[in-house]
């Protein structure tokens, strides 16, 4: 009984989290038609207007009605965290697949450059790229996207590796096919399912990301309604007005945990290892076993 209430538990938050992240992605897709009011509409009569009928969470203190950037905040948020995870899972893929696959040199010259990349924290090396490349949203896309890639790249090597000796494998190669064609028909499926695990589950690092580089004004700049650009603009009157602070961290809070929660999903109902993980013994060699995929074996 208590395994079917956890089970039924889980399945309960997993359902939430989809339901949630639905919605996020219909209002940012409806943002001109959800959205009662333009987001960059200053009207200086309505400062720090209460919550009304009119303006349902009120307004910040240049009279800007809070829900409409919102709403168009979630636009801009998930639509670059949306690019970033193509453009990671696309280089990260080409790389790893080409030093996996073809092994020797290219394999060692191309780790070592991710190496490169995976010798400093994330967040200090795309601020680094944000100072030379400036603001704007299309540089916070760049500069997140080559700060993040070396890690896939890793990964998907290592799950290259273990799959390029399989029998199925090498009877495409002898049978004559191209090496391109033999990693785009038999090795891209079986990695697919362990990116999309890994893409759902690094989102909410992404989006953090994003906010936080707009936050510290080297992201996304103002008037552009996007949630760490609101907070930075709320955090002078967080003793007088905390809400114009409380609305986008709470949006921000929600959507990683929703992200993180249908990755785990994800994860239990994909990863052969976690269903067949019976015994503690089992459960336990678990992170070791992710530990030597990311090492690259």
Same mark, same amino acid.
């Given at each position: ?17 989809? %339901? ?23 009207? +200086? ?87 030379? %490349? ?6 916070? $896309? ?49 990695? #697919? ?7 759902? %589950?690094? $989102? ?10 707009? #936050?510290?004004? %080297? ?17 002078? #009157? ?15 809070? +929600? ?43």
């Amino acid at each position: 009984m208590n395994m079917q209430s956890n089970r039924l538990l889980r399945h309960g938050i997993l359902i939430l989290a989809g %339901l949630l992240i639905l919605l996020l992605v219909l209002s940012a897709a409806l943002a001109p038609v959800l959205s009662p009011y333009d987001p960059d509409e200053v009207t +200086l009569e309505l400062k720090f207007a209460p919550p009304s009928m009119a303006h349902p969470l009120g307004c910040d203190h240049l009279g800007r009605d809070v829900a409409s950037r919102l709403i168009y905040g979630a636009r801009t948020s998930l639509g670059c965290v949306a690019v970033i995870a193509g453009l990671i899972l696309v280089l990260g893929f080409t790389v790893g697949a080409t030093a996996g696959y073809m092994g020797g040199t290219v394999d060692s010259i191309l780790m070592r450059i991710c190496d490169v990349f995976l010798t400093f924290p994330t967040f200090i090396l795309a601020m680094f790229m944000i100072g030379v %490349l400036g603001t704007g949203i299309v540089n916070v $896309i760049l500069a997140i996207s080559l700060t993040h890639w070396a890690w896939y790249a890793r990964i998907i090597r290592s799950f290259v590796l273990s799959l390029k000796n399989r029998e199925y494998v090498l009877a495409a190669r002898v049978a004559g096919t191209g090496r391109f064609m033999t990693v785009l028909r038999h090795v891209l499926p079986p990695v #697919f399912a362990q990116l999309a695990i890994l893409a759902t %589950l690094d $989102i909410g690092h992404m989006m953090m990301h994003v906010s936080g580089l707009s #936050f510290l004004g %080297l992201g996304i700049t103002p008037p552009t309604p996007e949630w760490g650009v609101m907070i930075a603009d709320g955090r002078q #009157f967080v003793w007088t007005h905390p809400e114009l602070i409380l609305y986008p961290g709470l949006a921000i809070f +929600l959507t990683v945990m929703a992200f993180n929660i249908l990755g785990d999903g994800l994860r239990d109902a994909l990863d052969p290892h976690t269903q067949t993980s019976s015994s503690p013994e089992d459960t336990l060699a678990e992170p070791a076993r992710m530990a030597a995929i990311t090492e690259g074996l």
